[in-house]
Structure formats: structure tokens, C-alpha cells
């Protein structure tokens, strides 16, 4: 699996529960966000990797989902356009800080007509699988495929039908591991062209929200509160060869705003 050195978060806004969502329940606290927030921030710390911590943005309230606007990988770091227009002018925000961490990788930036959330996009060995979802174009997937097949990964289309991005839906736990809600536990996709068998994990309907866990180097993410989630995923740690340790973080104000644990950094 990957090793990840780095991650960028940024901090939750003031104004982020006016951010685009779909959830229907009680109201998002700031402060609670925060908290969980710092607690997420300590969890990648915890699992080795260095943080840059950004600024809040107040006019921009989904900007601390950082995931969505940009994909870095060890050959290339890409921009990418989100779909959601009210999240567009996120990138400009990240172009600077994408300058200077990535080092000497390539820099490219997703153009009209494509648009492309970082959320549909996961990186498993060499296959990318990507969402084509409300906010992932046809044109995202293809210009995502023609930045990245020249350098060796194949990119595997899969159609999202449900939830808002593909990784709300989809994670990996390791290279031959992956867990899914159970509406997208089938898709062929997600196995095709594999270069050895592959799992799925497949989670109840109650727990489709828990499908979106953080693999980092040797610790698993989870979202608190998913019993079978959490059974399942302490049954594959104990069959793994080397020792893993399981975190579990309290989501419920990312949840509330329709964002999960991978959305809020960018790792690499
Ligand atoms: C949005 O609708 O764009 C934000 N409220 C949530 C984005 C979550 N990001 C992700 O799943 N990668």
C-alpha cells in the first residue's frame, strides 16, 4: 500500500453549515465541527503524517472538504473543477499551497467542460476508480484518464446511482480490501482489471455512510457509531500480516453537511 507523508486539511468555517447538503435533521455546530475537526487532525497526525492546517475560508463554507479540489498522486498533482458551481472559486484557494508542497511533481488543472470532485476519485495500487456522479462529468473522467493512464494507472469508470460522491459510497482498506454500501457492493467495476482478487466489504443499507473510511499508512479511520462497520473491519485487521490499529472518530457535523472522513484532507 502507498505510504503517505503528507496531508492539507483546512479549517471549518463559521459559515460552513451553509454549505451545499442534502441531509435533513439538526442543525450543524460550529463548535462541535471544530472539535471533531481537531480530533480528525490529531488522527492523521497520530498515523505519521505531517499536516498543513490552512486557513478557514468564510465565504467558501464546503472549502475544509478539501479532498474535492485536487488529486494528488506521487507522479502529479491536478486541480480539479468541482462540480458544484458554488464550490468552484475553492480551487484558486489551493493552487499556492498545491506549489509548494508537492515538490517537483507536475502540476495540472481540470478545464470546462470537465468537471471533477476530488470525492469521486479512488486511488487503489494503480487502478483510479472514478465516479461519474452529479458532480463528475463525462468530460472529468476523460480528462482524468488522459492525465493519468500515460502514467501507468488504469482508470475504471463507475457510475454512482447513489449518495454524493463515489467515496461516499466506496473506501479501501488495503490493496486486495475494499468496503462499499451495500448498493454498490456488486458493481463489477469495482474489481475489473484488478491485478489480483479483491474483496468487498459489504455494509448494510443503515450503515451506507460508514462505507467511507481512512486507510493511512498503518492506521484505519473510521466513523464512530457503526457497530457492523466497525465488527467487519476489526475482522480483516486481525487476518493482516502486519500489525494495524483502528481509530475511530466521531463525524457527525461532516455527516450533517453530507461530508465523511475522506473529504476533509488531501493525503500524499
Ligand atoms: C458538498 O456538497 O460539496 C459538501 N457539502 C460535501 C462535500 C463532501 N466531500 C466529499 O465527499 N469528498
Redesign the pocket.
Known amino acids: 500500500m502507498h505510504r503517505f507523508e503528507r496531508a492539507i486539511v483546512r479549517r471549518p468555517a463559521s459559515t460552513f453549515g451553509e454549505?451545499?447538503?442534502t441531509f435533513e435533521g439538526p442543525a450543524p455546530d460550529h463548535a462541535r465541527m471544530l472539535e471533531q475537526h481537531a480530533a480528525y487532525v490529531a488522527a492523521l497526525r497520530g498515523a505519521g503524517l505531517t499536516v498543513t492546517e490552512l486557513p478557514a475560508l468564510e465565504a467558501f463554507p464546503?472549502a475544509h472538504?478539501v479532498?474535492?479540489v485536487a488529486l494528488i498522486v506521487p507522479e502529479l498533482a491536478i486541480a480539479t473543477r468541482p462540480g458544484?458551481g458554488a464550490?468552484e472559486g475553492e480551487v484558486a484557494a489551493m493552487l499556492d499551497t498545491l506549489a509548494l508542497l508537492c515538490g517537483d511533481r507536475p502540476r495540472a488543472q481540470l478545464e470546462a467542460p470537465a468537471t471533477l470532485?476530488?470525492?469521486d476519485v479512488l486511488v487503489h495500487e494503480r487502478r483510479v476508480l472514478v465516479g461519474r456522479s452529479d458532480r463528475s462529468n463525462a468530460a472529468g473522467v476523460a480528462a482524468l484518464r488522459q492525465l493519468l493512464e500515460p502514467r501507468g494507472y488504469a482508470v475504471v469508470e463507475v457510475p454512482v446511482a447513489q449518495g454524493?460522491?463515489f467515496?461516499?459510497s466506496v473506501t479501501a482498506l488495503g490493496p486486495r480490501t475494499l468496503v462499499a454500501a451495500a448498493s454498490f457492493a456488486s458493481l463489477p467495476e469495482l474489481t475489473l482489471g484488478a491485478p489480483e482478487p479483491v474483496e468487498v466489504l459489504a455494509l448494510p443499507e443503515a450503515e451506507a455512510y460508514a462505507a467511507n473510511t481512512l486507510r493511512i499508512n498503518d492506521t484505519v479511520l473510521i466513523p464512530a457509531g457503526f457497530p457492523t462497520l466497525a465488527e467487519r473491519v476489526d475482522r480483516w485487521r486481525r487476518a493482516q500480516a502486519e500489525p494495524l490499529s483502528v481509530v475511530a472518530l466521531e463525524m457527525s457535523e461532516a455527516q450533517k453537511?453530507?461530508?465523511?472522513l475522506?473529504?476533509l484532507s488531501l493525503r500524499f
Open positions: 454549505g451545499l447538503t464546503d472538504f479532498e474535492d458544484a464550490r470532485d476530488g470525492g454524493l460522491h467515496k461516499s453537511m453530507d461530508g465523511a475522506t473529504c
